[in-house]
C-alpha cells in the first residue's frame, strides 16, 4: 500500500558515523576484513564439495546393484534346488513304478527265479552295472537276479 502523503512515510535515523563501530564480542569491529583462505583450502573445499555428493551416490548405486544382484544368485539358486528336487522326484517314482511291475511278474509270484532273474537283468540294465536286487522267498532265503 502506498503512503498517501510525506508524514506518512518513516524515516530511519542514519548512523552516526562522527563516532567509531564498537567493537563485538568476537573482537571484530563491523566492516573489518575477515581473512580469506588461502586458494590450495579453497580449491581443496571445492574439490571435497563436489567430489563427496559423486561418490556418496556411486557407493549407492554400487550398493544397489550388489543386493539386486545377489537377489537375483539367490533366486537362481532355489530355481536350480527346485528343478534338482523335481528330477529326483520323477526319477524315484520310475525307478518305484519299475520295481513294482517286477513284484508283479509272473516268474517271481511262481518262484521260477531262473526266468525273474533275466526280466530283472533288463529292468537293472537301465541304471548300469551296479545294480542289485534282492529278492526274499516265502521261505526267508534271500536270491539275487545278478
Not at 65 to 84: C, I, K, P
Not at 98 to 105: F, W
Amino acid at each position: 500500500m502506498a503512503p498517501r502523503n510525506l508524514s506518512d512515510i518513516k524515516l530511519f535515523p542514519l548512523a552516526d558515523i562522527s563516532r567509531p563501530p564498537q567493537a563485538h564480542s568476537d573482537g571484530h569491529r563491523p566492516g573489518d576484513f575477515v581473512p580469506k583462505l588461502t586458494l590450495p583450502v579453497r580449491l581443496a573445499l571445492l574439490l571435497a564439495g563436489t567430489m563427496l555428493p559423486l561418490i556418496v551416490f556411486a557407493v549407492g548405486i554400487v550398493f544397489h546393484n550388489y543386493q539386486r544382484d545377489r537377489q537375483a544368485a539367490t533366486q537362481r539358486v532355489l530355481e536350480t534346488a527346485r528343478s534338482v528336487r523335481l528330477l529326483l522326484d520323477a526319477e524315484m517314482q520310475r525307478m518305484t513304478g519299475g520295481l513294482q511291475v517286477l513284484a508283479l511278474t509272473n516268474s517271481l509270484r511262481n518262484s521260477d527265479f531262473g526266468n525273474f532273474r533275466r526280466v530283472a537283468a533288463g529292468f537293472l540294465d537301465q541304471y548300469g552295472k551296479d545294480g542289485v536286487i534282492l529278492v526274499a522267498d516265502r521261505e526267508g532265503g534271500m536270491h539275487s537276479p545278478r
